[in-house]
């Protein structure tokens, strides 16, 4: 290498080759790149970066490329292995790439190939060797060269520093070339005491950046090569080296086929919080910076009002114009050459959030980091997957934002469930994308709500899932037959077979349901059983909305049914305490599966499995084979009738009764089925409030009582149950006060959990009528007292009250419309 003046009007007097040593993302270096380039006017430019992708600079041009964007490099034979390099528009190397195409000059990467890095690095998606030349935490020094050199000028902020020395100064504007020679200098400086506490791969990419320099050296004259690299790398590229020493540090490099392209990027994945080790606190007040033709602070406060008038805070022209009165005034006591961010931040909170720093959060968040997302054109190259997920974003018009937002669809709407399903794919490839929430002021299955985040990483788990398809839908499809066969459990089977029909996979189905079956089959834990059942279940319902076809699902939840109800109550028995309150949830989802599945299912078309061959506790019964798919299948193909077999209920609702009267049960257990039986209306109160005195009696021990009581009146609506009868709030309070002092310590833990889960206004309702003594009310009723609000039959006036509402709700005009169900 060597080093001379330059000729022709092209950057005379000044070092040759120009080593422009930046820091990333500093829109401060940005503009002093371009105004050194125009000073020197090379004849080519070197940036830092993977030289696979010189292909790609002139889609720098392109007038749909919108910065943030990244390049994005991944092994062809191992997509997660990947790297990102990723540029703004306040980047030197983003400035340097546009000016020279705009000059027409030609521009290269001169960084350590990817398919070197990629090789040398275990597989990650994270950032790649374009987030560290300017030595900060990406870099992996035990020391940041811009700490020490802040420190250095009585600075205790390395970003206040950089803020004075070079964003605040307007760098370049008299000599374009003097802060880079100082740049040099104080890196110069730094690496004779730094040198060598890197990590191991960089006197590696420096040989090979002085290798390339040298190469363009050859072609253009070293007099007509500009470096625009991370301001640690400069003094090792002007170090003398030969070219035999730097080809031997190469030497035995690992390799990996690579294929890079342009991804979009986003403000926040700039952060340092993010995790990019040459990331910035702050790059949406960067972009500001870089941006803002004048007057920066009055612009930005600016920014800030609009924000917080939209946000619906009271915010004025005076607010903003005594905002920045006080952040110029903060700055001229501090001794800073303009207001910086943090004089803007004190400002903001003082005037614009009155001392609050809840919308100074909502500030920063939006503002200060922002939520700005790139774009990048339709010819930049990508996997085959990617090109179809683009298309169909387009034809949905669902446009990834990097702002989390909600959405919601109306599933029956056409463009709505297309959505719907394209999101549910994405999941099934590990693409998350959307992320399903609870639907607000709608429970039904036509409605979904969800909450979308587009975040770079996803372009690489898009490449990944390439393998399994060129397109969404074969891609899913695919991937779902690969994830019933490698399935560990029956739960896992029944949850997949939910999701292909979430996602409309008819042609995964049939896999996944010969793998149900068979899974089925071979499995005699009930409790597995019983955990499959309601996913399968939920499964019938998306049939109405969706217009799948569920008929092969039904087969299997009647027949898992059938097995659940046989092999129950020995499951039931001789449980401790963890196992009987995990079984009590199964009965619980059991007995809300077998509502929907009833529901689902024509009586004819039940089918029938003979309720015997259970080996022992805790397994299920043998079932009858059936075909489906040309191969043999556990769903019980048998159909039987109604009049022989009885429905689903019904024989759901004699296992509860099985499961009430067995003493070898569990009393969580058999408390939650008498309540269940109850709530149906299959057993009467004075049967219910029998059985409750059976299990209170004296001769039962104290915990398993309570546990009873736990099973009975747990949960959010049991409450009410007392509150209403008191008799058996009675039984209860009689039991509870019989407790013995030793025993009461250990039933109190059971009896808080249960009481807990109620609210506040029916705890209290419950107090006061301890208080007065339970059963009076009752039995001052059955005397003949008048108690407003309960008596023994039905208030048909009270009632009528309600019927212009409910006509109202359901858009009858006129009076005499029929009311199915309400009223008379």
Not at 75 to 100: I, M, N
Request: a negative charge; hydrophobic letters at 45%.
């Amino acid at each position: 290498m060597t080093s001379g003046d330059g000729a022709g009007g092209r950057g005379a007097g000044t070092r040759w080759p120009m080593l422009f040593g930046v820091r990333h993302h500093g829109p401060g270096s940005a503009r002093a790149v371009r105004r050194a380039l125009e000073a020197a006017r090379p004849g080519v430019v070197l940036i830092e970066g993977p030289p696979e992708a010189d292909a790609l600079i002139p889609l720098a041009a392109d007038e749909d490329m919108r910065p943030p964007v990244a390049l994005l490099g991944h092994a062809v034979d191992e997509p997660g292995r990947s790297a990102f390099w990723p540029l703004a528009e306040f980047s030197p190397e983003w400035v340097a790439l546009r000016w020279a195409l705009e000059q027409g000059v030609p521009a290269r990467f001169i960084d350590l190939p990817a398919t070197h890095t990629l090789a040398w690095e275990e597989p990650s998606s994270g950032q790649g060797e374009g987030d560290d030349g300017d030595g900060g935490e990406g870099d992996g020094l035990r020391v940041d060269p811009l700490a020490v050199l802040a420190d250095a000028a009585g600075y205790d902020d390395p970003e206040r520093w950089w803020e004075d020395a070079v964003e605040h100064r307007g760098a370049g504007q008299r000599d374009p070339f003097a802060p880079f020679t100082a740049i040099e200098e104080a890196m110069a400086a730094l690496r004779e005491t730094y040198d060598g506490t890197g990590r191991d791969r960089d006197p590696v990419r420096e040989a090979y950046m002085r290798l390339q320099l040298r190469a363009a050296g050859r072609e253009f004259g070293d007099d007509g090569v500009a470096v625009v690299c991370g301001a640690w790398h400069v003094p090792a590229l002007r170090r003398r080296t030969t070219v035999t020493a730097d080809r031997a540090l190469l030497k035995g490099l690992p390799k990996v086929k690579v294929d890079v392209t342009w991804v979009p990027w986003t403000y926040r994945r700039l952060a340092r919080a993010g995790g990019y080790g040459a990331g910035i606190d702050s790059p949406g007040w960067y972009g500001h910076l870089f941006a803002a033709p004048d007057r920066p602070v009055e612009r930005w406060l600016t920014k800030v009002a609009g924000l917080l008038r939209e946000e619906d805070r009271i915010v004025s022209s005076a607010h903003v114009i005594e905002a920045v009165r006080l952040a110029e005034t903060l700055a001229a006591l501090r001794g800073r050459p303009l207001p910086g961010l943090s004089e803007t931040t004190d400002a903001v909170r003082a005037v614009l959030c009155e001392g609050s720093d809840v919308p100074l959060a909502l500030v920063r968040d939006r503002l200060v980091v922002g939520d700005v997302l790139g774009e990048v054109p339709v010819t930049a190259p990508a996997v085959p997957l990617q090109r179809d997920l683009d298309r169909a974003q387009r034809r949905l018009r669902l446009k990834p934002e990097a702002a989390e937002r909600e959405v919601e669809f109306d599933l029956r709407k056409e463009n709505d469930a297309e959505r719907s399903r394209l999101l549910h794919r994405l999941r099934l490839l590990r693409v998350e994308w959307g992320e399903p929430v609870v639907s607000r002021g709608s429970t039904g299955t036509f409605r979904e709500t969800w909450r979308l985040r587009w975040e770079p990483e996803l372009s690489v788990r898009v490449a990944e899932a390439g393998v399994w398809g060129t397109t969404v839908l074969a891609a899913a499809t695919a991937k779902a037959e690969a994830d019933a066969v490698a399935a560990r459990g029956l739960a896992e089977v029944t949850a997949l077979a939910e999701r292909c029909l979430l996602a409309g996979l008819p042609d995964a189905l049939p896999t996944v349901m010969r793998v149900l079956a068979d899974r089925a089959a071979l499995d005699t834990d009930v409790g597995h059983l019983a955990q499959a059942l309601p996913a399968l279940v939920r499964s019938l319902r998306y049939g109405d909305v969706r217009g799948t076809d569920t008929g092969a699902l039904a087969e299997v939840a009647a027949g898992l049914a059938e097995r659940v109800f046989v092999g129950l109550p020995p499951a039931c028995a001789a449980l401790d305490a963890d196992a009987a309150e995990e079984m009590r949830r199964h009965v619980d989802a059991v007995h809300g599966a077998v509502g929907l599945l009833e529901e689902a299912l024509d009586p004819g078309e039940v089918p029938a499995v003979p309720a015997a061959g259970h080996g022992g506790p805790g397994e299920a019964p043998a079932v009858p084979i059936a075909r489906y798919g040309g191969r043999e299948s556990a769903t019980g193909g048998v159909a039987a009738s109604v009049s022989r077999r009885g429905g689903l209920g019904k024989r759901w609702r004699a296992v509860l009764r099985v499961l009430s009267g067995r003493e070898a049960v569990a009393g969580v257990v058999r408390g939650r089925a008498v309540r269940l039986l109850l709530d149906d209306g299959e057993l009467a109160r004075d049967e219910a409030a029998r059985l409750m005195g059976l299990a209170l009696s004296p001769g039962t021990p104290p915990a398993e009582a309570a546990a009873w009581i736990e099973g009975f009146v747990g949960g959010g609506s049991g409450g009410l149950l007392l509150v209403h009868d008191e008799r058996l709030l009675a039984l209860v309070d009689g039991w509870l006060t019989g407790v013995p002092a030793e025993a009461f310590t250990d039933v109190l833990p059971l009896l808080r959990r249960t009481f807990s889960a109620y609210e506040a206004g029916v705890r209290r309702t419950l107090g006061e009528l301890v208080r007065r003594g339970p059963g009076e009310r009752g039995s001052a009723a059955r005397a003949g007292s008048a108690t407003p609000g309960f008596a023994d039959g039905l208030d048909t006036a009270r009632a009528d009250a309600v019927l212009p509402v409910v006509r109202l709700l359901l858009g009858l005009e006129r009076e005499d419309d029929d009311l199915v169900g309400v009223g008379r």
